[in-house]
């Protein structure tokens, strides 16, 4: 399991607190990776990027405004280090002029990650109100997955091109023109 703590001794605090680090985690990698990409349109790879962080941020924000409710101001003692890419995509994960059904493919092998871990992580949880925020977080990851599914599902061919790719000569898919005379 991806994480230095002792998943059978948290609290409801901890569980909240791991929760938000791994929910901040991956808004974090989302926007480094729809900065890195840049934006050209509103259905590459980067707004795909910019669209999960801010949906993470939202998880996040819930996260921690659950976790005032409950507990106000009392420092937290879990850390960002104490887990690891729980639900982050991988760091080489994007590259150049990538393709938008790629960048969803990254989302959902991240969301699946994140789905794995609560999941796995249910086994040694003892304490009834974690067990129950780890299957209620289990839950919410699992209907990520099925949303970004249904987006996959519903791409055009087209989303499958690297962007360089449609800057190709369509009479000649072979060559492209990127602004020079074949």
Do not use: C, W
């Not at 926007?31 to 050209?40: K, S």
């Not at 989302?107 to 699946?112: I, N």
């Not at 299957?135 to 519903?154: C, N, Q, T, Y």
Request: net charge negative; proline share 6%; charged share 30%.
């Amino acid at each position: 399991m991806p994480t230095r703590l002792d998943i059978s001794k948290l609290t409801l605090m901890d569980a909240l607190d791991l929760a938000t680090l791994i929910e901040v985690e991956a808004q974090r990698r989302y926007t480094q990776f729809a900065e890195q990409l840049g934006t050209r349109d509103a259905d590459d790879a980067g707004a795909v990027f910019a669209s999960m962080a801010v949906n993470e941020s939202k998880h996040g924000e819930q996260l921690a405004e659950r976790r005032l409710a409950l507990f106000g101001v009392e420092p937290p003692k879990v850390k960002l280090d104490d887990i690891f890419d729980v639900e982050a995509p991988d760091f080489g994960a994007p590259h150049r002029n990538m393709a938008p059904l790629d960048a969803y493919q990254v989302a959902l092998f991240s969301e699946k990650k994140a789905f794995a871990f609560y999941d796995q992580a249910l086994r040694y949880v003892k304490q009834p109100d974690v067990k129950a925020l780890f299957e209620e977080l289990r839950d919410e990851e699992a209907e990520h997955v099925r949303m970004v599914e249904e987006i996959i599902a519903k791409l055009p061919p087209s989303a499958a091109l690297d962007l360089e790719d449609l800057d190709a000569d369509p009479s000649n898919p072979g060559v492209r023109t990127h602004g020079v005379d074949s």
